[in-house]
């Protein structure tokens, strides 16, 4: 069976972190954004910035793991997320 598609994931995370209280998450649309991850967002005061991907076969981008890089090097929670316990783990949220 083949994985869900990147926005059907994105779709139900972004669905799952609006819904979380405290929380706000939105997606970069734009392609002028195509160096930037997929979902931002903040978190009981803290930053986020989650790239999606299908499977554990998908791998960032050089471009995309440099912005994941530089958020997590000023103290923002940043990585690739594959599905919502993926996300809830970065978050430390059990």
């Not at 598609?5 to 995370?13: A, Q």
Request: proline share 4%; aromatic share 10%.
């Amino acid at each position: 069976m083949k994985p869900p598609l990147e926005k059907t994931i994105t779709n139900k995370i972004l669905k799952h972190l609006n819904a979380m209280p405290m929380c706000r998450a939105k997606k970069f649309w734009s392609s002028q954004f195509a160096q930037e991850v997929d979902i931002y967002g903040c978190y009981k005061g803290r930053s986020f910035f989650f790239e999606v991907k299908r499977d554990t076969k998908s791998v960032v981008s050089p471009t995309q793991q440099i912005m994941i890089d530089e958020w997590l090097s000023v103290g923002a929670v940043a990585g690739v997320v594959r599905n919502i316990d993926d996300v809830d783990k970065l978050l430390d949220i059990f």
